[in-house]
């Protein structure tokens, strides 16, 4: 991508992200989502730089995270289903089935993940369709690690939640104060507050020094697995912290329920220690969602042959001895599973992070 064309999209995330406090919105905000790519550059290896390189002829891996956003609507139409992809609405207060409830024909976070892992791995497939699903990918898996995107209450993963931060009061639209969604504090106003004044790159580079020897333990399961982790974090945290939030049964359904009764339009304000839990959490979801996003296109694009030892599931201390070399030059190993593909990257030895050297200043210091 040429310097104009970057230029022209950055202008457009710019335009784009004056519509997010009216709009619903669907996935982390800019910030979030460039942090974890910028992160996740840090982690590729050589070979799977290049690669990245060459399928985005010559583009950003941070704009590619957040271009399924920024061109939803136009993605939408080319491709029908695909704004259903960002997400998984697993309801937190009944039983809901993947294909019954929600994901209907495929068109859910956790069915694309591996589906597009497999486009990206496949270098029989047209550089085209290699290019779309790793801009997908990258999004999708920082989408997975905000828990409303893998949960809902008849609410749109809380975007029909209306809510006040703590210590605001409703006043005229067009104020800083002015009510907005549940699923917007989570995307935008915590991760700011988390960020402290850093800009992304020191957040991305603070995430990766302090979390990296967690990488390999991050890389255990799958989408399905860390979904159902950030779906638990949405049932305890997100939803179950609001204070008098409860699970009720409704007109023969149970809902989520607001001091025994059904939620209104009326905004909601959100306790101090509601916020202050939630801007804390949001440091380490982004630094999983990075490290995975990093390890899975590892996986895709430098993968580990099928000779190299599959750890144990088994939790292990991050501790424990290094893991073994990886070959010079392995070769792709056959179609395997994602899940498998990611066992092998916890054996991937990284080398440390270079000690971050003294500067003059620093605005701030991420929260986490």
Not at 27 to 53: F, S
Not at 212 to 221: A, D
Not at 275 to 297: E, F, Q, T, Y
Request: one cysteine or more; glycine letters at 8%.
């Amino acid at each position: 991508m040429s310097k104009v064309a970057s230029a022209a999209f950055a202008s457009l995330c710019v335009f784009f992200s004056g519509f997010l406090h009216t709009a619903p919105v669907f996935a982390w905000g800019y910030e979030g989502h460039r942090i974890t790519a910028l992160m996740a550059q840090e982690i590729l290896t050589k070979r799977a730089k290049a690669e990245v390189q060459i399928i985005l002829e010559g583009g950003s891996l941070v704009d590619a995270a957040v271009y399924p956003d920024v061109f939803r609507e136009a993605l939408k139409r080319e491709m029908p289903g695909s704004d259903k992809w960002h997400y998984d609405n697993r309801q937190v207060c009944r039983d809901s089935a993947r294909g019954v409830d929600y994901c209907q024909d495929g068109n859910c976070a956790s069915v694309q993940i591996p589906r597009l892992f497999s486009i990206l791995a496949d270098k029989s497939r047209s550089n085209a369709d290699r290019q779309m699903a790793l801009r997908f990918l990258v999004h999708i898996v920082g989408d997975i690690h905000q828990p409303l995107h893998a949960s809902d209450d008849d609410d749109w993963g809380g975007n029909k939640k209306i809510v006040l931060m703590a210590g605001e009061t409703p006043v005229l639209a067009g104020s800083d104060q002015r009510p907005r969604n549940l699923h917007f504090t989570w995307d935008v106003d915590f991760v700011k507050r988390a960020m402290s004044g850093l800009t992304e790159e020191q957040v991305a580079k603070y995430l990766v020094d302090n979390n990296w020897k967690k990488f390999p333990e991050w890389m255990r399961g799958d989408g399905d697995v860390w979904m159902a982790e950030s779906f638990g974090l949405a049932r305890r945290l997100v939803y179950g912290k609001l204070e008098g939030f409860g699970c009720a049964e409704v007109d023969g359904k149970k809902i989520g329920t607001l001091n025994g009764k059904p939620w209104t339009d009326a905004p909601f304000q959100l306790s101090e220690s509601y916020v202050s839990g939630a801007v804390a959490i949001v440091p380490p979801l982004l630094a999983r969602a990075g490290a995975r996003i990093g390890g899975l296109l590892n996986a895709a694009l430098d993968p580990l042959p099928p000779s190299v030892k599959l750890p144990a599931l088994k939790s292990e201390s991050n501790d424990s001895k290094a893991a073994p070399a990886v070959p010079a030059a392995p070769a792709a190993p056959p179609t395997t599973s994602l899940r498998d593909a990611l066992q092998r990257e916890q054996t991937r030895t990284l080398p440390s992070p270079p000690p971050t050297p003294a500067s003059p200043r620093r605005r701030g210091r991420v929260v986490g």
